[in-house]
């Protein structure tokens, strides 16, 4: 079991077979976090179903309430992508306050990227809806937290079009499973939350001082990935055919270069 002793930051990384990443974010972000009291938890969807980017944030927050149970509300929750980074130390404070989400990196009209929120405010929101294809969590949190009056602010914020040059990104391809009828599979899921799932088994395993790995082997969710919303999806290339996720609405301006995608694993450094 993880450690008792309650942490000031949790930073929960949805994680599936990101074997290079996962190396990568180990080794940059204790250098960036340094001394701070801190746990990084990379959750696993140790499974064969579809990959559920929602459920695993939510799984990460149900984990933090239980293993924390007397402190989690005033615990500072960093969801984190794996495949981004700070490049430099003090870049983020990964901190925020009641009432107050801190977005880091991302879109702006989403909650994806990095941001921070605290346990007893992402509990008001209801968490993410449990999506088995990619992307629309992100949308429905921010849309979530808007409604409930949280304040999202940017004091620090990296854009993911604008200045990719000031973050360090990890190159994993644009090919996703996407479903073609957002409008439809948006409606399926607006009461879809964290308090929606079930049978939640997890194991957890120490990778390295303050890093862990959350096996979660099972989970149920209100539509399961036989879902016909599910069955229609196809692997597609998300920076073509997300229409929920266009040009427009991901901030990039009109006249703006759109940048071609390459293949590998990039590791891009930013600068000062």
């Known amino acids: 079991m993880i450690d008792d002793n309650p942490p000031d930051k949790v930073f929960i990384v949805p994680y599936r077979d990101r074997e290079p990443h996962k190396l990568v974010f180990t080794r940059v972000m204790p250098y960036i976090l340094g001394d701070s009291n801190y746990r990084i938890l990379f959750i696993h969807q140790h499974d064969k179903r579809p990959f559920n980017r929602g459920a695993i944030k939510n799984i990460g927050f149900h984990y933090v309430k239980k293993k924390w149970s007397e402190h989690w509300k005033d615990i ?83 854009h993911a079009q604008h200045n990719n040059n000031n973050i360090i990104g990890l190159w994993h391809g644009w090919d996703r499973l996407l479903n073609p009828d957002t409008g439809l599979q948006k409606l399926h899921y607006q009461t879809d939350s964290l308090w929606t799932m079930l049978s939640m088994k997890w194991n957890d395993v120490k990778l390295e001082d303050k890093i862990w790995m959350v096996n979660v082997t099972d989970f149920d969710v209100p539509i399961t990935d036989k879902n016909p919303i599910v069955q229609k999806a196809k692997v597609q290339n998300s920076r073509i055919n997300s229409t929920f996720n266009s040009w427009r609405d991901r901030g990039v301006m009109k006249g703006q270069p759109r940048k071609k995608s390459t293949g590998g694993l990039l590791i891009k450094w930013g600068r000062n």
């Open 76 to 158: 500072t929750l960093i969801f984190h992508d794996i495949d981004f980074m700070s490049y430099k130390i003090g870049q983020f404070s990964f901190d925020t306050k009641h009432g107050e989400v801190n977005h880091f990196y991302g879109y702006p009209h989403t909650l994806g990227g990095i941001f921070a929120i605290k346990g007893s405010d992402f509990e008001k929101t209801a968490g993410f809806p449990n999506i088995w294809t990619w992307g629309l969590e992100d949308n429905v949190i921010h849309e979530r937290v808007r409604a409930i009056g949280i304040k999202i602010v940017y004091p620090q914020f990296v």
